[in-house]
């Protein structure tokens, strides 16, 4: 049998569908919590810092302790130990730490609309919908985030996923039959026996490498290892020859080969010549939630920011701090972002900014542009258009320099 993992949405009626799947198909249920604890005990981490890790939350001097490497290494080499067992089903987001490469596998997204999941969890907990709907956003936030992290996709892109079962559409039986009716067509041979064993191996060159810290992707084949180096590094050539020398100590590694992927970019190169990004970003928006998702999302494209909650602490922040493009709501109390603007382009005018903004007007975007406003954008703003704008407010501001 396949090994099969589930991602879902909260409140999406997963766990009915994965229980039927333990009791009547036998399948061993293995959930994010026990690898994480798994993990904890078997490589001596704390579970916090295994937590913060997988929430993407910021890991102090990780540039020099790699830990954030270490723990997802760790993870995966636990999740590469449990294939072992039989029926394997791993519930939660940690199974996209499998390769894209394994193929014995079935990946499952369920998931049904919002209104259903508020419904479905009001009437489970008996909690008022402001309370469900916040729930369902955070578990979301989370998923979202380290499925990023993971596989550079959103935890419900329908493409990395090989069933999406929609679950106001097909109850519990008729998901269960479906899913037994893909199992059905995988049979264990040579082939998927070889495919555990170089999974297992690149799991436990990949916990190697962790020392050497960057973004490194392994793969193996019959103990040919190829690691990919998909992030910049200093020194290319040493630092080749220290992930192949990691490499080789690992047991029933034969051969080690490096080579550079799509991301990978030279740190010879000064950062300040890279118009693609803004170096020093600041979002003011006073909707909490919204603009530390915003600056998470962000993060996860390379845009590093800061936050200001209001306006006035924007303008002490950025005569504190070298900002170089702004994203600014417009309705905030105190200090609105008419005001802001106006300061800024009489105070510092090589600052660029860009309004963001859920309550504007026609009337309010010619003011703002009149004012020296870099652009206009109304929320919610696809993340594309707004990357693609600051991209174009960095470009003018190295052109001017």
Known sequence: MPVLTISNGLYSNAQKIISQLETEAGYNLITDKEIMERTAENYNLKLSTIQKVLQNKKIAFNDFTHEKEKCLACLRQTISESLKSEKCLLHGVLGHLIPKSFSHI?????????????????DLHGNAREETLKAINNFDKHSVLLTKEITGKGAFDEKLYDIV??????????????????????KVDNFIKKEMVNFQLSSKVALALSKAGSKLEVESDEGNVIVTIDKSVIMLSKFKQKI??????????KSVETKLGKNYYSTTVVRRLDVEKPLRLLLVDDEKEFVQTLSERLKLREFPSEIAYDGQQALEMTEKEDTEVML???????VDGFEVLKKIKETKPYIEVIILTGHGSEEDKKTCMELGAFAYLQKPADIDLLTSTMKEAYEKINAKN
């Open 244 to 253: 192949t020398s990691l490499a080789k100590e690992v047991p029933d590694v």
């Open 328 to 334: 600014l709501d417009l309705k905030m109390p105190g």
């Open 165 to 186: 079962i929609p679950t106001d559409k097909l109850d519990v039986n008729e998901s269960v039959d479906l899913i037994n009716k893909h199992s059905e067509k995988f």
């Open 106 to 122: 079935i990946r499952i997204l369920i998931i049904t609309d919002k209104e259903n999941r508020i419904k479905t969890g009001m």
